[in-house]
């Protein structure tokens, strides 16, 4: 979670899968975009999976118009037109190895 002055502006999580942490959930308040928040949420994380020295790699399922961000923060897109788990929502799959 991530906060400012008392109020929730971030949140999300993660959880392995065997050797494969997997990011959940990771939004951020949309007033709050473009300031840097989203990457100094995703980077605290990262920072956490990277202390168990038996993950690998990360994945995190997004929608097409999220991906270029999990991009510019060295993941690879994997899969294309992934099925949703909300309406069927097409999503990408990326994946960063260490």
């Known amino acids: 979670m991530v906060e400012d002055e008392g109020a929730v502006i971030g949140c999300g999580g993660w959880y ?14 949309r007033s709050r975009h473009r300031e840097g ?3 100094l949420f995703l980077n ?7 202390q168990n020295e038996h ?3 990360v ?9 270029g961000f ?13 099925t949703g788990v909300v309406d069927e929502m097409p999503l990408v799959e ?5």
């Open 94 to 98: 990326l994946i960063l190895t260490f």
């Open 16 to 29: 392995l899968d065997g050797a494969v942490a997997v990011l959940s959930w990771g939004m951020v308040r």
């Open 37 to 39: 928040v989203g990457r």
């Open 44 to 50: 605290e994380r990262l920072k956490m999976i990277r």
């Open 70 to 82: 999990f991009l510019r923060a060295g993941f690879k897109v994997v899969a294309e037109s992934v």
């Open 59 to 67: 994945r995190v399922r997004t929608t097409p118009s999220v991906q």
């Open 55 to 57: 993950v690998k790699s």
